[in-house]
């Protein structure tokens, strides 16, 4: 079945920088464009960057164009988010999701806190 498991999230001060990972399992990693999405409190989840299949083609949501950086290594099953000049406004659970045939899978999500 398709797993996603991200990790690398944690507290961290503003300005600071966080690398996560979500490792994949269960399908075809190097076939399937993956997302990040975020949830901070009180608040929607947000689409955050994507990632096409081979990995040349990337998007990302104004408020982190130019910090935040979206990258996959198809050789090992996983996805990246690196996350530079963090500021407390991208506090939120951090979710990777990839949607095959239709169909949205999600990890547990890893959380990001910016705070002095």
């Known amino acids: 079945q398709v797993q996603l498991v991200e990790s690398g999230g944690g507290l961290v001060q503003p300005g600071g920088s966080l690398r996560l990972s979500c490792a994949a399992s269960g399908f075809t990693f190097s076939s399937y464009a993956m997302r990040w999405y975020r949830q901070a409190p009180g608040k929607e989840r947000e689409l955050v960057a994507r990632?096409?299949?081979?990995?040349?083609?990337?998007n990302y949501v104004d408020s982190v164009k130019g910090r935040f950086t979206i990258s996959r290594d198809n050789a090992k099953n996983t996805m990246y988010l690196q996350m530079n000049s963090l500021k407390p406004e991208d506090t939120a659970v951090y979710y990777c999701?990839?949607?095959?045939?239709?169909?949205?899978?999600w990890g547990q999500g890893t959380q990001v806190t910016v705070s002095s």
């Open positions: 999701n990839t949607r095959i045939w239709s169909t949205d899978y």
């Open positions: 990632i096409s299949s081979a990995g040349g083609s990337t």
